[in-house]
């Protein structure tokens, strides 16, 4: 899948780090940008037009919601998003797929399955909501 620019917004260094390795094996794209923070996502979602932006809900300072926010007020658009998020409930879900996100993935992590939707999304089949870790 050469030519595809991924962000990956995670404030977990270990986490982030384990991503990226993930995706650059299973995907191989031409970019992995890296963000710690929200306000770090956002300028960079706004500068770049990426092709899938993985971004984690609770951060430091504006969480995951605030930028797809800020994004969507700003550019009128989300690019393709998967929420990686250690705070699984059904207000959660609810909230990030009505922001018109492309899957969500509860932590801690199931590989595979987070593989599976990181290449339906690029390979733009749309979206793939396994709600509760279920595909």
Same mark, same amino acid.
């Given at each position: 899948m050469n030519g595809k620019k991924i962000l990956i917004v995670e404030d977990e260094h270990e986490v982030r780090a384990r991503l990226c390795g993930l995706i650059k094996? @299973? +995907?191989? /794209? $031409?970019? &992995? %940008?890296? @963000?710690?923070?929200?306000? $770090? @996502? &956002? @300028?960079? *979602?706004?500068?770049? %037009?990426? #092709?899938? +932006? *993985?971004? #984690? *809900? =609770?951060? /430091?300072g504006r969480n995951?919601? #605030? +930028? &797809? =926010?800020?994004v969507k007020r700003v550019k009128k658009a989300l690019p393709p998003t998967l929420v990686v998020t250690g705070h699984d409930s059904d207000q959660v879900a609810s909230e990030i797929i009505a922001e018109g996100i492309s899957d969500y993935i509860p932590k801690p992590v199931d590989m595979e399955r987070f593989i599976k939707a990181v290449q339906t999304i690029l390979d733009g089949k749309g979206k793939s909501f396994g709600i509760k870790g279920k595909s």
């Amino acid at each position: 899948m050469n030519g595809k620019k991924i962000l990956i917004v995670e404030d977990e260094h270990e986490v982030r780090a384990r991503l990226c390795g993930l995706i650059k094996k @299973a +995907v191989n /794209p $031409e970019i &992995i %940008d890296e @963000a710690c923070n929200g306000d $770090e @996502a &956002i @300028a960079k *979602i706004l500068g770049t %037009d990426y #092709d899938l +932006v *993985i971004l #984690d *809900i =609770r951060m /430091p300072g504006r969480n995951g919601l #605030d +930028v &797809i =926010r800020e994004v969507k007020r700003v550019k009128k658009a989300l690019p393709p998003t998967l929420v990686v998020t250690g705070h699984d409930s059904d207000q959660v879900a609810s909230e990030i797929i009505a922001e018109g996100i492309s899957d969500y993935i509860p932590k801690p992590v199931d590989m595979e399955r987070f593989i599976k939707a990181v290449q339906t999304i690029l390979d733009g089949k749309g979206k793939s909501f396994g709600i509760k870790g279920k595909s």
